[in-house]
């Protein structure tokens, strides 16, 4: 399995403002994913990010909205911009390993 | 497109009793991985269990097992011996081969399953 970190753990942001999360593994991956859960609702997946590559964006996610970094095999970031209260949610970062993925604590963000 | 179904969204179970979640899914693949994961009030999801479709034997860890009917495209969770720990929220998710580049998640919607002592 693969150790994953996420921060912030949680953040209130004021609307139309950006807040950047943090993914950070403990060892080298080439594919990490990012995720979001609206309030009791299931995962949805936003984008793949692979290192040394341009992020891949699922349907109704654009990159303007949720631009990715993704500048090492151990390392990705998440920025959700010009936010709205409809962008509260849980995002969630996971790992592909030969196993299975593993995900990160989360991020709980709050828009007011 | 693959979709998953979990048609349960709540279930209850007593201490030390087994309970049984189940899923289903559509595929016109013939090969994919099956997962279960556990979201505890904590948020964090954790992989319980996984299967691989060209396998016929079913997958156990430990009190954690599945019944996979791929005909029926079937991927029930069994828990024997109910803890209090195993409160929270189960996810059944599909998952394409790697060798299609495609390892993304599909979630069904999830059951929450209650413990009671």
């Known amino acids: 399995s693969a150790v994953i970190s996420q921060k912030p753990s949680r953040d209130i942001c004021q609307r139309g403002t950006s807040l950047t999360i943090q993914c950070q593994v403990d060892s080298q991956v080439t594919m990490m994913f990012w995720y979001r859960q609206q309030p009791g609702q299931s995962l949805t997946l936003i984008a793949t990010?692979?290192?040394?590559?341009?992020?891949?964006?699922e349907s109704g996610f654009v990159i303007d909205k949720f631009p990715i970094s993704r500048p090492n095999l151990t390392f990705s970031t998440l920025t959700v911009s010009n936010m709205s209260p409809e962008d509260s949610s849980i995002y969630l970062c996971?790992?592909?390993?030969?196993?299975?993925?593993?995900f990160g604590p989360g991020t709980r963000l709050t828009v007011t | 497109a693959q979709t998953v179904t979990q048609s349960q969204p709540e279930m209850s179970v007593q201490e030390a009793e087994t309970v049984t979640l189940s899923c289903t899914y559509d595929?016109?693949?013939?090969?994919?991985?099956l997962f279960w994961y556990k979201q505890p009030p904590s948020r964090q999801m954790i992989l319980v269990i996984r299967q691989e479709a060209y396998k016929q034997q079913n997958a156990t860890e430990n009190r954690f097992s599945v019944n996979f009917q791929k005909a029926a495209k079937s991927f029930s969770l069994k828990i024997s011996d109910s803890q209090l720990g195993d409160a929270a929220m189960y996810f059944c998710?599909?998952?394409?081969?790697?060798?299609?580049?495609?390892?993304?998640?599909?979630f069904g919607t999830g059951t929450r399953l209650t413990i009671i002592p």
């Open positions: 998710a599909y998952r394409s081969p790697p060798n299609f580049g495609n390892e993304k998640l599909t």
């Open positions: 990010a692979n290192q040394g590559s341009e992020a891949t964006y």
């Open positions: 996971s790992v592909g390993t030969p196993r299975g993925q593993y």
């Open positions: 595929t016109s693949e013939s090969d994919y991985y």
